[in-house]
T-cell receptor, first 113, second 113 residues
């Protein structure tokens, strides 16, 4: 099992450009999450999904959109990147429920110039 | 709302030293408590958890006891190794209308040989 994988690992964007981050899990987990990690801030939840076809806003959703068309994939989109979105992005999944162990991907380091 | 406060880092220890990383929380009800660890260049991994008062979570020589009276969940290890160098995150989940894990800001531990 690969667990949780993220594509790409690194990306540099210019302000105003768009991109999509892909998260895939092969554990048949129902719940999936997108976080951003910034120095001194811990992890902050951007969006999450409790099952295929569902999405919901987390604590910092502005400037991001997500889709969960297939159970194993969770996409995070930036329509018009801003320097404030420079961060490390982590995807995670749980079998079911927020109280269960979260399995994290290796992260995507995004720089917006 | 829910919050987690961890001791400020970084923490630097010599190999075989005793480790304590303090964590206190504010939450409604009876939250579940977690310690996650992030090794350099990787995503977070669950280290241990406790779901009710006086429970002790343990893994890889690390321990933490859920203390409801002091709202604390301090992480301890009797003898650290160089391989324990990582960032440690305390987190809680309180359920109900709170849909997410609340993370502390993380504590960087460096263990020198």
């Amino acid at each position: 099992n690969a667990g949780v994988t993220q594509t790409p690992k690194f990306r540099v964007l210019k302000t105003g450009q768009s991109m999509t981050l892909l998260c895939a899990q092969d554990m048949n987990h129902e719940y999936m999450y997108w976080y951003r990690q910034d120095p001194g801030m811990g992890l902050r939840l951007i969006h999450y999904s409790v099952g295929e076809g569902t999405t919901a806003k987390g604590e910092v959703p502005d400037g991001y959109n997500v889709s969960r068309l297939k159970k194993q994939n969770f996409l995070l989109g930036l329509e018009s990147a801003a320097p404030s979105q420079t961060s490390v992005y982590f995807c995670a999944s749980t079998l079911a429920g927020f109280n269960n162990e979260q399995f994290f991907g290796p992260g995507t380091r995004l720089t917006v110039l | 709302g829910d919050s987690v406060t961890q001791m400020e880092g970084p923490v630097t220890l010599s190999e075989e030293a005793f480790l304590t990383i303090n964590c206190t929380y504010t939450a409604t009800g009876y939250p579940s408590l977690f310690w996650y660890v992030q090794y350099p260049g990787e995503g977070l991994q669950l280290l241990l958890k406790a779901t009710k008062a006086d429970d002790k979570g343990s893994n890889k020589g690390f321990e933490a006891t859920y203390r409801k009276e002091t709202t604390s969940f301090h992480l301890e290890k009797g003898s650290v190794q160089v391989s324990d160098s990582a960032v440690y995150f305390c987190a809680l989940y309180s359920g109900g209308s709170n849909y997410k894990l609340t993370f502390g800001k993380g504590t960087l531990l460096t263990v020198n040989p």
